[in-house]
């Protein structure tokens, strides 16, 4: 059975950094596309970013294109998100997410099989 299992999340101030880890195990992360979802008090989980399994291509919502990047490193099956000037309105629990077949909706959680149990982000002003 695949598992999925975050790290890397905490307290932070307003123009701090962080880097969130998500570890898969069962199966080589070669063999998945990855993405990172986050989901605030009172909203919907929101995309935020994805990695084909290649690792070659990424994908961003225009609103946090240039402050957040995704990365593989296969070697430790594990996927990052380095986050970059954070403000209050990251604030959110954010959740790793695995789909082995190709999608071109990787925007939508409806499309992954394999869900992480979340990492809590907290950006003070």
């Known amino acids: 059975q695949v598992s999925l299992v975050e790290s890397g999340g905490g307290l932070v101030q307003a123009g701090d950094s962080l880097r969130l880890s998500c570890v898969i195990s069962?199966?080589?992360?070669?063999?998945?596309?990855m993405s990172w979802f986050r989901q605030a008090p009172k909203k919907e989980r929101e995309f935020v970013a994805h990695?084909?399994?290649?690792?070659?291509?990424?994908y961003y919502p225009d609103s946090l294109k240039g402050r957040f990047t995704i990365s593989k490193d296969n070697a430790k099956n594990t996927v990052y998100l380095q986050m970059n000037n954070l403000t209050p309105e990251d604030t959110a629990v954010y959740y790793c997410?695995?789909?082995?077949?190709?999608?071109?909706?990787?925007?939508?959680?409806?499309?992954?099989?394999?869900w992480g149990q979340g990492t809590q982000v907290t950006v003070s002003s």
């Open positions: 997410a695995a789909r082995r077949a190709i999608t071109s909706a990787y925007y939508r959680t409806t499309e992954y099989e394999y």
């Open positions: 990695v084909g399994w290649s690792g070659d291509h990424t």
């Open positions: 069962g199966q080589p992360i070669s063999t998945y596309r």
